[in-house]
């Protein structure tokens, strides 16, 4: 039962993995939450849906699509609900602004695509047994896709010029301005694959549960964000172990406790870790240097 | 002769707070030019309404003969006017060399970058050593070294610093200014400075500019202005 619950608990843990990059890369570069992440998010996989039942495009190729629409849309959230108003020190304007783009976006969904859960397209499920564990292809799909997701990033964040220049800004727009980096650009940019990634995310929770609906938005996204606090925000590896620890406390607890309580497990861990490291597992600890 | 650098009749406020009132002065090409003054004088804001952090209220900034007054920060950079920040405004969860290269970000010469970077490191070989490290390691001075090497490499024919001396001590604030000096001296960049330890700006620069509260209320000589009675007891303390 253990292991059963640990490789469950990998594999959605993956995805808030990569969900709660999108709360952290955000946040790393403006310090601002985006409370419309998730709800991008859902409206990307409601894109997915159309793709595969309008155009029956096959599973792999809408799920790049559906990033894409989704990328397209994260970096327009940003366009229209933070970047008129981030300019001075307008914190709490920035937050409704936010919440105001993810109540709009659900609603909009329920408008467009219903307020109903869909079933959504997925693969024929074939099922892998050792020993006492037993596995879906559709889980091992999901981790070979967040590897492959996390190399991406690796290497653009840590590897790339464009890498560079976000980690930057994330210590200083205006100093980073007298680089010579577009700084406009690069926050686009991380909107941009912050919510690639929560597309890709979407496409892999919506197959594995075999549903999209307005809302599914909400918990996920409130989990990633919980994870991105555990792991320290603004931390990229940070966020990545957030979202395995959280997906792998919530999986045992549904298992040994009660399965009715599943989405308090991951509040419970983020509050137990937080009371005793307030910064998170790799939040950054500030020095000034004289 | 044109000046590189001509600001006219600059007006800049935070909000409806005037920061600078009707400030004008220039710096002519080769020249070490100081803005000396105490805190809350509006040195830095003028420093940051050059490079297009800020935007004026009214008045020009010509570089170059021409008015570049409201364009972005980032797009200055590559007209060659390059800003040592306050406080150095080093990256420090980035590398020394990582640091290093943002400052040629908008450069394409590969060659010339890598002729550059053996230049800075020549200038501070200290950075040389700590290549690898990042630079929240560095000590004060060092972190001025690296925000000033970093500045260099998008080759500036502008270099505006912004309080070198700022926190460092005595010895490494001598240090600093020398090298400061030989980069005017050697590779002929324009400086222009700002400083709250007059004693040094004084002493390195050219000319100088005194300014209080907002506005220019003295300038000169370096050398001339160091014998001025005002000027030493206000800001020399003898």
């Keep these: ?77 940003e366009i229209v609900a933070y970047r008129p108003i981030k300019s001075g020190n307008r914190r709490m304007a920035v937050l409704v602004s936010a919440l105001g783009m993810s109540t709009f976006l659900q609603n909009l969904a ?60 994330s210590v200083s727009i205006p100093n980073a301005k007298l680089m010579g980096i577009n700084t406009n650009f690069i926050i686009s940019l991380t909107f941009g694959i912050g919510a690639f990634m929560a597309g890709i995310a979407g496409i892999c929770i919506a197959t594995y549960y075999n549903a999209v609906y307005p809302t599914m938005g909400y918990l996920l996204g409130m989990k990633a964000f919980a994870a991105a606090i555990l792991g320290g925000i603004g931390s990229i590896p940070g966020s990545v172990l957030g979202g395995f620890v959280i997906g792998i406390f919530e999986s045992l607890g549904a298992g040994y406790l009660s399965s009715g309580y599943r989405d308090a497990y991951a509040f419970i861990v983020m509050i137990l870790v937080l009371a005793i490291r307030p910064s998170g597992f790799m939040g950054a600890k500030h020095i000034d240097k004289v | 002769m044109e000046h590189i650098l001509n600001v006219k009749n600059l007006h800049v406020s935070y909000g409806v707070v005037p920061a600078l009132r009707n400030i004008s002065f220039h710096v002519d090409e080769g020249e070490i030019v100081a803005l000396i003054g105490p805190n809350g004088a509006g040195k830095t804001t003028a420093l940051h309404t050059i490079s297009g952090l800020l935007k004026p209220k009214e008045g020009f900034i010509l570089y170059e003969g021409r008015d570049i007054s409201g364009i972005e920060a980032h797009k200055l950079v590559k007209e ?107 590779n002929g960049t324009t400086i222009l400075l700002v400083e709250q330890n007059a004693q040094m700006a004084l002493t390195a620069s050219h000319r100088a500019y005194v300014i209080e509260v907002g506005e220019i209320v003295n300038e000169g000589c370096s050398k001339e202005l160091k014998k001025d009675d005002r000027i030493q007891k206000a800001y020399l303390g003898i």
């Design chain 2, 80 to 186: 060659s006017i390059s800003q040592v920040p306050e406080g150095r405004g080093i990256f420090p969860i980035l590398t020394v060399a990582e640091n290093i290269n943002l400052g040629a970000y908008l450069r394409k010469d590969k060659d010339g970058i890598r002729r550059d970077k053996e230049w800075v490191y020549n200038i501070f070989p200290r950075l040389k050593e700590r290549m690898n490290q990042v630079g929240g390691t560095l000590s004060g001075g060092e972190q001025q070294m690296l925000a000033i090497a970093r500045a260099l490499m998008a080759r500036p024919r502008l270099l505006l610093l912004d309080e070198p001396s700022m926190g460092l001590a005595p010895v490494i604030v001598e240090d600093i200014f020398k090298i400061i000096k030989k980069i005017n001296k050697e």
């Design chain 1, 1 to 77: 039962m253990f292991l059963q619950q640990l490789v469950n608990g990998i594999t959605v843990g993956a995805i808030y993995a990569m969900v709660a990059l999108g709360y952290t890369m955000v946040y790393g570069v403006l310090q601002i939450v985006n409370w419309a992440h998730a709800d991008v998010l859902m409206f990307g996989t409601f894109i997915g849906l159309l793709l595969t039942n309008v155009f029956h495009m096959p599973l792999f190729a809408m799920a790049v699509l559906a990033a894409a629409f989704t990328a397209a849309l994260g970096m327009s959230v």
């Design chain 1, 110 to 169: 329920q408008l467009v695509f219903g307020s109903s859960s869909q079933p959504f397209p997925t693969i024929e499920k074939v099922t892998y047994t050792i020993g006492k564990v037993t596995f879906t292809n559709i889980q091992l799909i999901i981790l070979g896709i967040t590897a492959i997701m996390l190399f991406i990033l690796y290497m653009i964040v840590y590897k790339s010029k464009i890498g560079i220049a976000m980690r930057a800004c």
